[in-house]
């Protein structure tokens, strides 16, 4: 299996930017389809963004598009979320997830690995 650890979390103001890895370890990299979902307070986890095991195809939620990008690199072992124009609403606890296999999922059931999780906070 698959070992996900996600970094870059923090403080910002709205309209300022992060950049949220997830480094996986354990198994190769490159056959799994990758995601980001996140759960603000109060509300159930939802789709952000999700990657196929090439890096080339990708979809976003209609919330973050044209704000945020998905990019993975296979050397590196590590998938990337460019968080841009910040909002308050983005306020969440942020987690990458792996579903082995080509195809990518928007459902979060379909991946199997989970990261911890790295809170991002937007302040107005």
């Known amino acids: 299996q698959v070992q996900l650890v996600e970094s870059g979390g923090g403080l910002v103001q709205a309209g300022g930017s992060l950049r949220l890895s997830c480094a996986a370890s354990?198994?190769?990299?490159?056959?799994?389809?990758m995601g980001w979902f996140r759960q603000a307070p109060g509300k159930e986890r939802e789709f952000v963004a999700a990657?196929?095991?090439?890096?080339?195809?990708?979809s976003y939620a209609d919330s973050v598009k044209g704000r945020f990008t998905i990019s993975r690199d296979s050397a590196k072992n590590t998938m990337y979320l460019q968080m841009n124009s910040l909002r308050p609403e983005d306020t969440a606890v942020y987690y990458c997830?792996?579903?082995?296999?080509?195809?990518?999922?928007?459902?979060?059931?379909?991946?199997?690995?989970w990261g911890q999780g790295t809170q991002v906070t937007v302040s107005s």
């Open positions: 354990g198994r190769t990299f490159s056959r799994y389809a």
């Open positions: 990657i196929n095991w090439s890096g080339g195809s990708t």
């Open positions: 997830a792996g579903s082995e296999g080509s195809n990518y999922y928007y459902t979060q059931t379909r991946y199997p690995y």
